[in-house]
């Protein structure tokens, strides 16, 4: 069983910068895509990044382009969230996704409050 191992979440004021870490673990093949996705108790899952082991261009959701970098690490399996420039409304529960053949593993998630 695939377990995808997060950390990094915390609170920090607005403008600040956290990184988020994820790791698959115990993986037996290396993942296609890892991704993160973000939710708040009002609004749906939404994607906010994702990278692919294939190569191209990261995918950013609007809202974080130019402040957020994905990068991943292929040795460990494992994908990162670099957040800077903070905003109240990136406040939610992150969750690192990642793809290993045709199934999608999730992880338990990381909470991020950007508060003052």
């Known amino acids: 069983q695939v377990q995808l191992v997060e950390s990094g979440g915390g609170l920090v004021q607005p403008g600040g910068s956290l990184r988020l870490s994820c790791a698959a673990s115990?993986?037996?093949?290396?993942?296609?895509?890892m991704s993160w996705f973000r939710q708040t108790p009002t609004e749906e899952r939404e994607l906010v990044a994702s990278?692919?082991?294939?190569?191209?261009?990261?995918y950013y959701e609007h809202s974080v382009k130019g402040r957020f970098i994905i990068s991943e690490d292929d040795v460990k399996n494992a994908v990162y969230l670099q957040m800077n420039r903070l905003k109240p409304e990136d406040t939610a529960m992150y969750y690192c996704?990642?793809?290993?053949?045709?199934?999608?593993?999730w992880g338990q998630g990381t909470q991020v409050t950007v508060s003052s």
């Open positions: 996704r990642a793809q290993i053949g045709a199934t999608y593993y």
């Open positions: 115990r993986a037996a093949a290396s993942p296609i895509t």
């Open positions: 990278i692919t082991r294939s190569g191209g261009s990261p």
